[in-house]
């Protein structure tokens, strides 16, 4: 299948710093790029869609002014937690949107925990 | 509504054995269903994917099922082992909009 890469698979940042997490399409173009959070043993959570070269769409209750996403590219998609605090501690997965004929599915990246002290 | 929801919550099994995760949905129109395992700290990776015409595709000891007109699939494990312990997620391609809906997952604990 596809293969999305997520970069960092782990990251620990100070309280008020800002944090970068990538997402890259190794063998597709991905027009779509979406990004979740996932809590502790709860369901990935969708925060925001990532079209190519148009701002994204953010979903109910997620502060686009906090969670900065830029999609320049076909097979890039990054998502900035700006003045990060403990509670964006979690884990954040980038997905892309690979469609093949009628079908579309979603390939997953490997997720970052964040970590925010 | 669009929704999507598995069951069980969770599940505890012992090693060698055999179970069945189930998804009912209300996505319409349907355009495709997705079985994803995710372990634990790493994302989704995808096990199958089932169009509206296919009722069963198989993955080496995975075998899910669709029947479209319930609208229910399920996920049979097979002589399950202890690296299948994860947390099994369906997901519910929105025909037209390429829009997801996700189930809120099987936790599957499989035990010595």
């Known amino acids: 299948g596809a293969v999305v890469s997520q970069h960092p698979s782990r990251v620990i940042c100070k309280s008020g710093t800002s944090v970068k997490i990538e997402c890259r399409s190794l063998?597709?173009?991905?027009?779509?790029m979406f990004w979740y959070r996932q809590f502790p043993k709860q369901s990935l959570m969708l925060m925001a869609t990532?079209?190519?070269?148009?701002?994204?769409?953010?979903e109910q209750g997620v502060e686009k002014d906090k969670f900065l996403i830029n999609h320049a590219s076909l097979t890039l998609s990054t998502l900035t937690v700006t003045s990060a605090h403990p509670e964006d501690s979690s884990f954040y997965i980038c997905?892309?949107?690979?469609?093949?004929?009628?079908?579309?599915?979603?390939?997953f990246g490997q997720g970052t925990r964040l970590t925010v002290v | 509504k669009n929704q999507v929801e598995q069951s069980p919550q969770s599940l505890i099994i012992l090693e060698g054995k055999n179970c069945t995760l189930q998804?009912?949905?209300?996505?319409?129109?349907?355009?495709?269903l997705r079985w994803y395992k995710q372990d634990t700290g790493r994302g989704p990776v995808s096990l199958t994917i089932?169009?509206?015409?296919?009722n069963t595709k198989s993955n080496g000891r995975y075998t899910a099922t669709l029947d479209a007109d319930t609208k229910q699939s399920s996920l049979h494990i097979t002589a399950s082992q202890l690296s299948d312990s994860a947390s099994y997620i369906c997901?519910?391609?929105?025909?037209?909009?390429?829009?997801?809906?996700f189930g809120s997952g099987t936790k599957l604990n499989v035990k010595p």
């Open positions: 990532s079209n190519e070269g148009s701002k994204a769409t953010y």
């Open positions: 998804c009912n949905y209300t996505v319409s129109p349907f355009s495709n």
């Open positions: 063998d597709f173009q991905a027009t779509t």
């Open positions: 089932m169009t509206f015409s296919e």
């Open positions: 997901v519910v391609t929105l025909m037209y909009f390429n829009k997801f809906y």
């Open positions: 997905s892309a949107r690979f469609t093949k004929g009628q079908n579309t599915e979603a390939f």
